[in-house]
């Protein structure tokens, strides 16, 4: 069982940038790929970027590509999510997650944390 903590989101204007970190916990961590999903009110859950942790590959939703770069520290058991040139509509519950596939689909991850605010001003 795994246990995912996301942190560094908040209040940003729009151009500016945030890195939000999210570390795993318990056993078989290497096991799995980690994704980063985002959410609002109005909308399903979103892919947004992902990375796999054995071979390093990593893929990016066509909305944040070029200005979202993730990446991982496998001894730390990190992820992290940099975002440049933030805008309004990147404005989200940001969620790191856990899959032994490495896939764009939310139903396939098992484990998920309970997210970190981002919101971008206009």
């Known amino acids: 069982q795994l246990q995912l903590r996301e942190s560094g989101g908040g209040l940003v204007q729009a151009g500016g940038s945030l890195r939000l970190s999210c570390v795993a916990t318990g056993r078989g961590i290497t096991a799995y790929n980690v994704a980063w999903f985002r959410q609002t009110p109005a909308k399903e859950r979103e892919f947004v970027a992902r990375v796999a942790t054995v071979t390093g590959n990593k893929d990016y939703a066509d909305s944040v590509r070029g200005r979202f770069a993730v990446s991982r520290e496998n001894l730390k058991n990190s992820w992290y999510l940099q975002m440049n040139d933030l805008k309004p509509e990147d404005t989200a519950l940001y969620y790191c997650?856990?899959?032994?596939?490495?896939?764009?689909?939310?139903?396939?991850?098992?484990?998920w944390g309970r997210g970190t605010q981002v919101t971008v001003s206009s």
């Open positions: 997650a856990a899959a032994r596939d490495f896939t764009k689909e939310a139903t396939s991850y098992m484990y």
